[in-house]
Every structure is written in C-alpha cells, then in structure tokens.
C-alpha cells in the first residue's frame, strides 16, 4: 500500500527545497499575464477590428469545434504531448535554466492578452466569455505547465551540478531521468485532461450562453 503520509512529507520537502524555482516560474507567468493585459491597450485600432471581426464569428467556430470534436482532441492531446516533449528535452539540457522561464512568460503573456482583450471589449459578457471558455481547462493547463518547468528546471539544475562536480552521496544518473521523465508524464497527463475540457466541456458552456454573451 501507498504511503500518503510519507509521499505527501516527501513532496512539501521537495517544494520547500526547490522554493526559489518555484517562485521564478510564479513570477514569470505573473509578469507575463501582466504584460498581456497592458499588450491590449496598445493595440491598434485596425488590429482591434480584426479581433472583434474573429469574435462575431464565434459561435460558428464553437459550432465546428463541437461536430468535429473528435479531430479537435486528438491534435489538442498531440499539441500537449509535444509541448511537454519540448520542456522535457529542455530539462535535459543547460539552456531548459534560461527557455524554460521564457515559455512560461509567452504562456502568461497569452492568457493575460487573450483576458484582457476579452474584457476591454465586451465588458462583463467578455469576463464570462472568458471565464467558461478559458478558465475550466486552464484549472488543470496551468498547474501542468508550472509543475512541468519546476521539474524541468530542478533536473537542469541537478545536471549542472553533475557536470561542475562530482558527488559521491548523488543518486544514480539513469534513476534520476527515470524519476524526471514520471514526474513529466504527471504533467503530461493533466494537459490531457485539460484538452477533454476544452474539447467537451467548454464548447458546451459556451453555446449554452452564446445567446446571452452575444456571440
């Protein structure tokens, strides 16, 4: 049987240990929502036309999405699936030390862009756009990804170690991918269940109030 006592004493070890990477990629994501939101108010005019030109189209968007929604998942999940590969391959990699925070200030960057222009445009109806079409499967995105370049960064910051010095008392090399590649199917596996939420739930949510949002 599982020990959930010792696992979950295992895993505050690991976040309190590894605190300041965790912060760095907090903070990246939190400087790349910010920056996204402020990207809407410098939008030009024609730029702005486009976009709202995108959104009166919306609802036969969701239409497609939903009777081809088989398609639509499987590239999401493949989408996903490559995305952790590339963070993988990053982790593996001294360069993942300087990348990694970089992607996740591009994935804030666009959920903040994509919030902020919902709402500067429609007001209350783009905050409950934004909350039914973009909220429910960030629940399980956004973890994945934080998680995704914490253990990303914790493996490239062990390799470093590796390379600058030895250590007698460190775990061997072939244990350690094996652990780190797990841990990234963890992570892997909640971007899966984000993509059956964008695929299945989210379209739903959105026709269900696509007369009252306007769309």
Same mark, same amino acid.
């Given at each position: 049987?599982?020990?959930?006592?010792?696992?979950?004493?295992? &895993?505050?070890?690991? #976040?309190?240990?590894?605190? /300041?990477? =965790?912060? !760095?990629?907090? *903070?990246?994501?939190?400087?790349? $929502? @910010?920056?996204?939101?402020?990207?809407?108010?410098?939008?030009?005019?024609?730029?702005?036309?486009?976009?709202?030109?995108?959104?009166?189209?919306?609802?036969?968007?969701?239409?497609?999405?939903?009777?081809?929604?088989?398609?639509?998942?499987?590239?999401?999940?493949?989408?996903? &699936?490559?995305?952790? #590969?590339?963070?993988?391959? /990053?982790? =593996?990699? !001294?360069?993942? *030390?300087?990348?990694?925070?970089? $992607? @996740?200030?591009?994935?804030?960057?666009?959920?903040?862009?994509?919030?902020?222009?919902?709402?500067?445009?429609?007001?209350?109806?783009?905050?409950?756009?934004?909350?039914?079409?973009?909220?429910?499967?960030?629940?399980?995105?956004?973890?994945?990804?934080?998680?995704?370049?914490?253990?990303?960064?914790? #493996?490239?910051?062990?390799?470093?170690?590796?390379?600058?010095?030895?250590?007698?008392?460190?775990?061997?090399?072939?244990?350690?991918?094996?652990?780190?590649?797990?841990?990234?199917?963890?992570?892997?596996?909640?971007?899966?269940?984000?993509?059956?939420?964008?695929?299945?739930?989210?379209?739903?949510?959105?026709?269900?109030?696509?007369?009252?949002?306007?769309?």
């Amino acid at each position: 049987m599982i020990n959930y006592g010792y696992s979950m004493h295992k &895993l505050n070890y690991f #976040f309190r240990r590894y605190s /300041l990477f =965790l912060l !760095l990629i907090l *903070i990246s994501l939190v400087v790349g $929502i @910010i920056t996204g939101s402020i990207a809407v108010k410098v939008l030009s005019y024609q730029q702005k036309e486009e976009l709202v030109n995108y959104l009166g189209d919306f609802s036969g968007e969701v239409e497609k999405l939903i009777v081809n929604r088989q398609v639509v998942f499987k590239e999401l999940v493949l989408s996903n &699936l490559k995305f952790v #590969f590339v963070l993988w391959l /990053l982790g =593996l990699s !001294l360069v993942g *030390i300087v990348f990694i925070p970089l $992607i @996740i200030f591009f994935r804030g960057f666009i959920l903040g862009f994509t919030v902020g222009f919902l709402v500067d445009e429609m007001f209350f109806k783009g905050f409950l756009l934004a909350a039914i079409a973009i909220f429910p499967q960030n629940l399980f995105m956004l973890p994945s990804l934080l998680l995704g370049a914490l253990f990303c960064l914790v #493996f490239a910051f062990k390799l470093s170690i590796r390379i600058v010095g030895q250590n007698d008392h460190a775990p061997n090399f072939s244990t350690v991918i094996i652990n780190y590649s797990l841990l990234m199917c963890m992570s892997a596996g909640l971007l899966v269940m984000a993509a059956v939420i964008e695929t299945y739930l989210t379209p739903l949510l959105i026709s269900l109030f696509s007369n009252f949002l306007g769309t």
